[in-house]
């Protein structure tokens, strides 16, 4: 017969015996890696069209830019809004469609609210189509390549009319019959157009509050519980998506973090105290007041991204940040210290994360994508296949019940 304390610390040393062999576990399936691994065509395909929506959410900014010179308004703004754009169905006339809230406020401190879609019309239809195809030479019988270019269809193209200023523009917008929408064309610059899909609106939403402060319990509800299983699951592919399509553009600077990701807010009585808070509709927000020098952008290396991206996805999961779940006074700033907390908190075994959500997280901050320890640059098409089949691809599938 064993007395209470020998039955306590047999079962103390089991616990522990226990948490070794899972850790143990855990890190052979995390490390083990095909020698040749190989991407899968869905997320190659999910590679090539999130280039395609980096490269115009970057023609974005400064097309909404130009249109925000006049003197309507003290303080123009515009939130974009944060799409995964998985499973989208390819358009043929048209490129990304990203949905902004235009927000305006004028010098006696009035604010005006328009959400608004603005699509990104393809630029080949401006080019024509492309195909490539072989010329064999009559004499020589030497082959080669060559890119025929067959001339726009311009019965089809679209009429654009370009806007001046968006807040001139948003009225007649808003009531217009046939009804117009915004297009991002090209060149780089806003215009309208008859087109099918959602008209511009009006925003009834008036605040904002960040991931930061939802983290910190204030975002309307306790801190343990303002998230479902289905917000974080999608707010979590939601900013693996968006790590590859804005990161290395002007709407937000450095790696994304629980400070730079807000969700609408307003108020739910009529003395404004209670906030109701939008968590389907997460967004990044950019400033533009007239003179201003454009931000720099700062260069930010793939493995401190995704390290960021890592600790990101943690935090969502225990809706906690990194500094709160371990009682930092102060955070980390160096690439390899916040990298070794991330790893202490990745082998937490204390409320771990489903397994799909764990094997993207941890390729995050182990920086092993499509096999390769090294990753390589942002331009390098490999390394936007190898993001999008090991940590969109799992991410995804933890949202299939959902989506």
């Not at 709407?251 to 009585?269: M, R, V």
């Not at 995050?364 to 994508?369: E, F, Y």
């Amino acid at each position: 017969m064993f007395g209470v304390e020998e039955l306590k610390e047999l079962l103390k040393d089991l616990d522990d015996t226990t948490n070794a062999l899972f850790r143990l576990a855990s890190l052979v399936s995390s490390n083990h890696q095909p020698a040749m691994q190989r991407t899968s065509r869905k997320a190659r395909t999910l590679a090539r069209d999130l280039r395609q929506a980096h490269k115009s959410a970057k023609e974005l900014y400064f097309a909404i830019r130009n249109v925000w010179q006049g003197d309507c308004h003290q303080i123009h703004e515009a939130k974009l809004c944060l799409e995964d754009r998985v499973d989208v169905p390819k358009r043929a006339a048209s490129g990304p469609v990203f949905s902004l809230i235009f927000a305006a406020t004028s010098s006696d401190g009035k604010k005006m609210w328009h959400e608004a879609a603005v699509h990104a019309l393809d630029h080949e239809q401006d080019e024509g189509d492309k195909a490539q195809t072989t010329v064999v030479h009559p004499q020589t019988g030497n082959s080669r390549r060559v890119i025929v270019v067959t001339p726009p269809n311009w019965s089809t193209k679209p009429q654009v009319n370009a806007v001046e200023n968006i807040c001139v523009a948003m009225g007649p917008v808003l009531c217009s019959k046939p009804q117009l929408a915004f297009v991002l064309s090209h060149p780089i610059q806003i215009g309208t157009t008859q087109l099918d899909g959602p008209r511009p609106t009006l925003c009834t939403w008036s605040e904002k509050i960040s991931l930061e402060t939802v983290f910190a319990g204030q975002g309307g509800g306790k801190s343990t519980s303002v998230l479902s299983l289905r917000l974080r699951m999608l707010l979590a592919l939601r900013l693996a998506s968006n790590t590859l399509q804005l990161l290395q553009t002007q709407w937000f600077h450095g790696a994304l973090s629980h400070d730079k990701i807000f969700f609408l807010a307003g108020t739910t009585c009529s003395g404004g105290k209670n906030l109701s808070t939008d968590f389907t509709r997460p967004f990044v927000t950019a400033t533009f007041t007239k003179g201003s020098p454009t931000p720099s952008q700062r260069d930010v290396e793939p493995r401190e991204a995704l390290l960021e991206l890592g600790i990101l996805l943690l935090e969502v999961w225990h809706q906690k940040s990194l500094e709160a779940y371990y009682n930092l006074t102060k955070s980390p700033v160096e690439y390899y210290e916040r990298l070794a907390i991330a790893l202490r908190w990745l082998d937490d075994i204390d409320d771990p994360p489903p397994e799909m959500y764990d094997k993207a997280v941890a390729h995050c901050i182990k920086g092993m994508i499509g096999g390769e320890a090294r990753l390589g640059q942002w331009d390098d098409p490999n390394f936007w296949n190898g993001v999008c089949g090991d940590i969109i691809e799992p991410l995804s599938k933890n949202c299939k019940m959902w989506r």
